[in-house]
């Protein structure tokens, strides 16, 4: 196997965004994709790493930049000032993801009827929000995300397969938001599932994740189990 990584630059309109590629270059053809939507620190080394676990699977992965010019937050506050205009205008977002989806898409090596996309934390929200819109990908992941709906899908058919890999005892979305959002997928007529592991808190993929005073702790076994969830679930959704 030869890992391969690379920078890609695609707009938002007039936004500049810098997405991280990594693929095998020892596979051949079009092959599927998998777009990976960073937490609300921006683009970082801990989804660039995702990019490239799924590349060695077989995958193109393609860590995206949902803040533009690939900027990171670095502190609580600057996190939250690029997190919330997006937050603020739910329509923003769902372009902001799409536009990665269409570059993702254009790529030769790519196979465009084969695109999923997963998200941690506020890429979770991201990711959600993409197949709220109707995208038309194969699938969603949500780890440890965000549920609440955007206010501008309603009605909307969810085509996307979702899957939601999150904490119990995450008081960024209690187990009252999983049955909410349990209820709005089956409205949509979305294949959905909802795996929620005990004594679990929010971040529980990100080693050296550790405030449970705020709600936030690694945990190996959640982290290790929701992986292998995902790769069964890009296994079904690919397969066809």
Same mark, same amino acid.
Not at 60 to 89: H, V
Not at 206 to 234: C, H, K, M, Q, V
């Given at each position: 196997?030869?890992?391969?990584? #690379?920078?890609?630059?695609?707009?938002?309109?007039?936004?500049?965004?810098?997405?991280?590629?990594?693929?095998?270059?020892?596979?051949?053809?079009?092959?599927?994709?998998?777009a990976?939507?960073?937490?609300?620190?921006?683009r970082?080394?801990?989804?660039?790493?995702? /990019?490239?676990?799924?590349?060695?699977?077989?995958?193109?992965?393609?860590? *995206?930049?949902?803040?533009?010019?690939?900027?990171?937050?670095g502190? =609580?506050?600057?996190?939250?000032?690029?997190?919330?205009?997006?937050?603020?205008? #739910?329509?923003?977002?769902?372009?902001?993801?799409?536009?990665?989806?269409?570059?993702?898409?254009?790529?030769?090596?790519?196979?465009?009827?084969?695109?999923?996309?997963?998200?941690?934390?506020?890429?979770?929200?991201?990711?959600?929000?993409?197949? #709220?819109?109707? /995208?038309?990908?194969?699938?969603?992941?949500?780890?440890?995300?965000?549920?609440?709906?955007?206010?501008?899908?309603?009605?909307?058919?969810i085509?996307?397969?979702?899957?939601?890999?999150?904490?119990?005892?995450? =008081?960024?979305?209690? =187990?009252?938001?999983?049955?909410? *959002?349990?209820?709005?997928?089956?409205? /949509?007529?979305?294949?959905?599932?909802?795996?929620?592991?005990?004594?679990?808190?929010?971040?529980?993929?990100? =080693?050296?994740?550790?405030?449970?005073? #705020?709600?936030?702790?690694?945990?190996?076994? /959640?982290?290790?189990?929701?992986?292998?969830?995902l790769?069964?679930?890009?296994?079904?959704?690919?397969?066809?």
């Amino acid at each position: 196997m030869a890992l391969q990584t #690379r920078l890609l630059d695609y707009r938002d309109g007039a936004l500049r965004c810098t997405g991280y590629l990594a693929w095998d270059d020892e596979c051949s053809g079009p092959r599927p994709a998998v777009a990976i939507a960073h937490t609300w620190a921006g683009r970082s080394e801990f989804e660039c790493d995702k /990019a490239r676990r799924l590349a060695a699977q077989g995958y193109i992965g393609f860590a *995206l930049d949902m803040y533009g010019e690939g900027r990171q937050g670095g502190s =609580p506050e600057a996190n939250a000032e690029l997190m919330q205009p997006l937050m603020n205008d #739910r329509a923003a977002l769902q372009r902001r993801i799409g536009a990665a989806i269409t570059a993702l898409q254009a790529l030769p090596e790519v196979d465009a009827q084969r695109i999923a996309a997963i998200g941690y934390c506020f890429g979770g929200l991201c990711v959600l929000d993409l197949a #709220r819109t109707g /995208a038309d990908i194969r699938g969603v992941a949500s780890f440890h995300g965000l549920f609440d709906p955007p206010g501008n899908t309603a009605g909307n058919p969810i085509t996307a397969k979702v899957l939601c890999l999150h904490g119990y005892d995450d =008081p960024m979305a209690r =187990p009252e938001a999983l049955v909410k *959002l349990g209820a709005e997928l089956t409205e /949509a007529g979305a294949d959905w599932q909802i795996h929620a592991y005990g004594h679990t808190l929010h971040a529980f993929t990100r =080693p050296g994740a550790n405030d449970p005073e #705020r709600g936030i702790r690694y945990d190996a076994r /959640a982290d290790r189990r929701s992986w292998r969830t995902l790769e069964d679930f890009l296994e079904e959704i690919f397969g066809a």
